[in-house]
C-alpha cells in the first residue's frame, strides 16, 4: 500500500540550532564591526545616517519609523550624528517640538565610505526571504520567545547596539 505522505522531516538537535544562531550572529557582529572599523560610527548610526539622507527633512518619528526603533533610542541617535557634525537639525517654526534632519557633506563622505547594507546584514537578508518563510520563522522565534521569557521591549533596540 502506497501514500503519498510526505518523509518526516530528520531530527534536529538543539545544538544543530544552536550553531545556527552564533552562525547568524557573529554575521551580524562582523558586519557591524567592520562598519565600526571603517569609519567609527555604529552601525545603527550609520543607518540612521542613510535614513536622513535618503529622507531629507525627516524628523525623529520618522526616524524610528524607518528603523522600527523606540522614539528615545532614535533621539540617542540622532544627539551622537548631531555631536559629530554629520546632520543638522532644524526646528519647526510652527511646532518647537517637530524637527527636521538634513544630512551634512561629513555625513555623505562618511556613507561613500560604508560598504552596505547600511540597515545590516541580516535585514537585508530578511528582506529577500519569501513570505511564507518569514511568517513560518516569525512563529518559531515567537514560541521561542515566550520559552525564553524575553523581555520584548527589546524589540525596539537594534541589533548594532546590543553587546
Known amino acids: 500500500m502506497h501514500t503519498d505522505t510526505p518523509p518526516l522531516p530528520e531530527a534536529v538537535s538543539p545544538a544543530q540550532v544552536l550553531r545556527r544562531f552564533r552562525v547568524v550572529f557573529n554575521a551580524v557582529r562582523t558586519h557591524f564591526s567592520q562598519i565600526e572599523k571603517q569609519v567609527g560610527l555604529g552601525g545603527a548610526q550609520v543607518w540612521a545616517l542613510s535614513v ?3 529622507n531629507p527633512g525627516i524628523g525623529m518619528g520618522g526616524i524610528a519609523s524607518h528603523m522600527d526603533i523606540h522614539q528615545s533610542t532614535a533621539s540617542n541617535l540622532i544627539k551622537v550624528l548631531l555631536n559629530k ?4 537639525l532644524e526646528k519647526s517654526a510652527e511646532d518647537r517640538r517637530s524637527v527636521r534632519l538634513t544630512i551634512l557633506p561629513a555625513g555623505k563622505k562618511i556613507l561613500s565610505k560604508v560598504s552596505g547594507p547600511f540597515e545590516g546584514v541580516l535585514p ?3 528582506s529577500s526571504l519569501a513570505p511564507d518563510v518569514l ?3 516569525d512563529g518559531d522565534l515567537h514560541q521561542l520567545i515566550g ?3 524575553a523581555d520584548e521591549a527589546a524589540a525596539e533596540i537594534p541589533l548594532a547596539e546590543i553587546g
Not at 85 to 88: F, H, P
Open 52 to 54: 536622513i539622507k535618503d
Open 135 to 137: 511568517a513560518r520563522m
Open 85 to 88: 557634525e554629520l546632520i543638522t
Open 124 to 126: 537585508a537578508a530578511l
Open 147 to 149: 520559552l525564553l521569557n
